[in-house]
């Protein structure tokens, strides 16, 4: 798949910290027993699908896969995240979670392991919080695991009212909308999937509060998010 969906992205390997187990080589397709054929493309684009963000890493937190859902907290596209590293992402509010969880995977335990987690939103710069549950996944025979991460972000206050802000990828694809693009075209241009296009439009309709991809467009336009003097249409 390409750099937009959970799967496509470079193919370099991030450096392990010495305080954080470590894989010996290559670890086990993310997709698991559905990695052979047509199931390992059916289980990416369920990933896709999925609105609660997730990741799936190597034992010491290098992600493999992510979803547009998970990428979207970084206003970015999931192949954008592979090879980040999730400490470098998300701040653990207390180290004595995650030492528990690398005391585990050392000694070869299987739980999930709730970590509660601060970041700043990709779009406005606000902190967020939420909990990170980290479940060792894949093959019992192979040691350490890979991690299944899944994000719950935890709204804490009412939804802002609509903002100007957009990140990079939502001003491009309200660009492309503009232009009459297609969602099929929004998605080749960007390496982004159908479900990923989708999703972002979906997120910026909830958060400016209208409906219709008309009305985002006109919206984006007197929010200063699109330029008013540009053809094809631009981000501002």
Not at 19 to 46: M, Q, S, T
Not at 65 to 90: E, H, K, S
Request: charged fraction near 20%; charge should be neutral; aromatic fraction near 6%.
């Amino acid at each position: 798949m390409d750099n937009g969906t959970a799967d496509g992205a470079s193919n370099g390997d991030s450096a392990h910290t010495d305080d954080a187990p470590c894989v010996n080589g290559h670890a086990e397709d993310p997709a698991g027993p559905y990695a052979g054929g047509p199931w390992r493309n059916y289980f990416l684009i369920l990933l896709d699908r999925i609105p609660t963000p997730i990741a799936v890493c190597r034992a010491y937190g290098e992600v493999l896969i992510a979803n547009p859902a998970m990428a979207a907290q970084w206003g970015t596209v999931p192949g954008q995240l592979r090879g980040r590293n999730l400490l470098d992402l998300f701040e653990p509010r207390a180290k004595a979670q995650l030492d528990r969880l690398i005391d585990a995977l050392r000694l070869g335990r299987r739980s999930r392991y709730p970590i509660e987690v601060r970041w700043r939103d990709a779009t406005d710069g606000t902190e967020r919080e939420g909990e990170l549950t980290i479940d060792p996944v894949g093959d019992p025979s192979v040691n350490p695991p890979a991690l299944l991460a899944l994000l719950r972000v935890r709204e804490s206050a009412p939804q802002p009212a609509p903002r100007a802000a957009a990140s990079p990828v939502e001003a491009r694809i309200l660009a492309l909308a503009a232009g009459g693009a297609t969602t099929a075209s929004i998605g080749t241009a960007l390496g982004l999937t159908v479900d990923g296009v989708n999703y972002h439009l979906t997120r910026l309709a909830r958060r400016w509060r209208v409906q219709g991809r008309t009305a985002l467009v006109a919206r984006a336009y007197v929010l200063g998010v699109l330029s008013p003097d540009s053809w094809p249409p631009a981000p501002a």
